[in-house]
């Protein structure tokens, strides 16, 4: 335990990706199974119980302390766990602790009465972090800046294998992991994940370089389909259940459970996941409403019901067709869609086309949708279903951005290697009164020498700071390039941009004539 | 005692306490910024404090200064007798002791228990009414001995020998505790400050104190600068992650302060490394002092001060709240 702690410590306060990744690597190798697969699993998010409820740390303390002076520290410090690590009132750290799986499993093991008396011994035994890490562990609420996917990425690295075989994987096996350890260090085979419901890491494409590419795409070797602006999902499913899955591979299966339900095949399936409003296909604002709700209400998904356009095939029954070209893939597809529940899921059709003229046709077409297309796939008919961005099978081709005319408001210091630059930009639109409204924010889409020049220019024109926001003199214009834009009630203009950045630096533009707050409300409504 | 604009007065001796702007008669009881303001006529401070102003600001800044050895007496108006004792905050810090009418006051100015080698250590004076400071008056701190946290730092320091250890700190007092304890600890390379730390530094070692080989970072011409890696630079906070830091190699970015508990103050600073080291008492000293004056009322001037009283009240202690202002939680350090 004391080692787990040092480690969530290190992983804590360590700015750069790579070197958290170093520090987890370092800790694999030193520890020893079953510690470190449960450690693993604190890290990526993949427990699957509380040790002790949220609710017993706050029992405990009250407790043990004066209930005024809790108050006090808690709104101070603002976080429960590390309150209650801080102002634990014992502090006499034993020599040694228990092993993090001891730990794990007497949890498990004991009773609700001795589970209260068991987290108390142990509160005592440690230190200020410890306290803090079994805490956060006990509650499964650790953030400390790490995601499942650098997780994986480290897996790899210490393997030497790709990221996609550790996602493939990762699925089908649970803390604490040891026939993956065993297979990492060639003590064993690779764990045998057949019959589990796994996450297999998807295809994805290229932008399509309009110039070089363009012109060799023809009908009788490229299909073309709609980019639907959704998100992109896989669903695996056997005669055991369902899992709905995101691009990167995490479980969003508890957010849909109306699409679960619908499944009623044995199949992989890759597709875009979007929601029915009044029948009809919803923008990626309806759909949002039901993102990252952790339980959605029976109102909610009946006013909303999910629904998936499905692209690709990955396993029908025990048939796998991921090597067969795409056109063979799609007869496969074709089969298997005769068979699925028609309200949840329609095929992606493939758009006639002979010409690259035609494509741009199609491409002028999705820009008059809102933001419901947000371009197209075109993809040669040979391809076969590979993971990760294989080089000429796929291309993207997005509709154009839109741009506007922003005034520069704000800016923050960035992180990691930009922590001493400010490269987090605010911007606006003028409003009715001839005030400044921010739309969005933009950390990207100049280079490194911009940069400089950037950061050179605010420190000139500083006006007043907010804790970490820098207000600046209202004078610089950035033309903004966006995917599209929503009416937002969280945003003091009301609308939100969807991935906003910088695409050039109006050095030379007076700041009166960037865009008004009504050219944002046109380009919404058209 | 009255708590007025200029700050706190003791009546019968006509003179403030660390008083924010200039009076005629102040007592000053460390030289941090927020404490020992310019322009005073008469002030009564210890040789060092008088010192430490006279560093910071003009030579006429303590004209009027009278230097008060610790534990000299002096009246200062008829029939109240001022002496001070030492606080243990920074170098000549102290607390000011009033005795009038048969009673006394101790105004304890900032202070410390731990133990700081670059300054006298505080010292119990019984006393009648205590008037503490509160910076850090939640049980949430509990500050660890320094040896612990320099400790941390030394194995970070070999862990990471391509990394610059660039260090905050604040100029006057915990710079040079810090560089004393590097020493104390058997670390013998070359220290390396900022240039905002380089005086104040240097009239430590007038007054007497050691710190062995330093450098100020500015020094170094620009190609010998890739020899820092792995070594130790002091600088201002507000430097940490300033353009300034941008000429050293790889600078991990660390940060010595009592606040440093507090992840998100951590996170806040974008320190990669948190050293708990506090001119401060803590929690549970504040407390003990307290009761340890045997003193029947506590005031409080600054910091958290709800949670102090409250614990104070609780020990059968008179405690009432002062609401001083003008102090700096963040540069009280």
Redesign the interface.
Known sequence: MRRFAQLLDDIYFTNSTRAKEKILATYLAETPDPDRGWALAAIAGTLKFDLFKRNLTKTLITERMDEELFALSYDYVGELSETVALAWPVNTPADTLPALSEIISSFQRKGKTEIQAYLAELLDMMTPPERWALLKLGTRGLRIGMSARSVKRTLANVKGVDLPVIEELWHGLEPPYETLFAWIEGRAEMPDISQALVFSPVMLAHPIDEDSELARISGETHVAEWKWDGIRIQISANSSGARLFSRTGDDISHSFPDLIEAVDFDAVIDGELLVKVDGAIGAFNDLQQRLNKKKPSKALMAELPAHVIVYDILRLGENDPRALPLTERRDVLQAFMSDVVLERFSLSDFLEFETSDDLRALREQAASTGSLIEGLMIKDKSSPYVAGRPKHHWYKWKRDPMLLDAVLMYAQRGHGKRSSYFSDYTFGLWGPEDQLLPIGKAYFGFTDEELKQLDRWIRAHKLQRFGPVQEVEKELVFEVAFDGAQESKRHKSGYALRFPRISRIRWDKPAEEADRIEALAALVSA | MEVRPEGLYCVPADAFVDPHRPVARAIVTHGHADHARSGHGTVFATPETLSIMRTRYAEAAVAGGVALAYHQKVEIADGVTLWLAPAGHILGSAQAVLDYGGSRIVISGDYKRHSDPTCTPFEVVPTDVFVTEATFA?????HPPIAHEIDKLLRSVRTLPDRCHLIGVYALGKCQRLMLALREAGYEETLYVHGALVKLTQLYEELGHDFGRWEQVADLAQGERDALRGKIVLCPPSAL???W??RLPEPL?VMASGWM????R?R?R?????LIVSDHADWNDLIRTAVETGASDVWITHG?V??LE??LK?RGIRAKALNLIGRDEEDAQ
């Open positions: 939640l049980p949430v701190f509990t992650a300033d353009r830091s941008r970015p508990q507090i992840r998100a951590v806040q974008r320190a990669e490394l948190a958290r709800e949670a409250h614990a609780q």
